[in-house]
């Protein structure tokens, strides 16, 4: 049954992708959706489990994140909170942080690989899903503007 009702829904998607004649619209929908789903699952399975500002693998004292708070929302050449927490929301839409997971999570079969998405095989080249995958701290405008200026060689 649930097999069926994803299959629906990612039809419907497709469906309505193809309905944006221009590829900055499309983008955009992919970007969405996408951020979408990845927020729906991190609030459904709580995958960091934060405890007191302390996400799991800081927890367990991991190599990785080398602060002591906050996750992995902590800007490493600047050596500073992400400038974009703010009372531990996240005030941009990164599609970037979404996607990414730490070794921690990954040991625990936790990833998310945007190039299997069939939206994002359908609209977007290796070069722009480059651009969603390696984009950390950096606002969903940005991200997009980035996208667009890349030559589609699909
Ligand atoms: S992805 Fe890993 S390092 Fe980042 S908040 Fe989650 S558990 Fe912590
Ligand atoms: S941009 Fe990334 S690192 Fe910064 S607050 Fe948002 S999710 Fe965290």
């Known amino acids: 049954m649930d097999i069926n009702i994803n299959y629906i829904k990612e039809l419907s ?14 983008y955009e929908y992919v970007y969405y959706l996408l951020c979408k789903k990845l927020e729906t699952d991190i609030k459904k399975y709580n995958y960091c489990l934060f405890e007191n500002n302390k996400c799991i693998a800081q927890r367990e004292n991991e190599k990785w994140p080398k602060n002591k708070l906050d996750g992995c929302c902590f800007n490493i050449s600047k050596k500073e909170r992400c400038e974009y927490l703010s009372d531990k929301n996240c005030e941009i839409n990164c599609v970037s942080c979404r996607l990414f997971t730490c070794k921690y999570l990954k040991r625990r079969g936790i990833n998310f690989d945007v190039k299997k998405n069939v939206l994002v095989k359908y609209c977007m080249n290796l070069l722009q899903v480059r651009e969603f995958i390696w984009n950390f701290f950096t606002p969903k405008d940005r991200i997009l503007k980035n996208i667009n200026r890349l030559k589609i060689r699909k």
Not at 14 to 20: P, S, W
């Open 13 to 26: 998607e497709i469906i309505q992708l193809a309905t944006y004649k221009r590829k900055p619209e499309r």
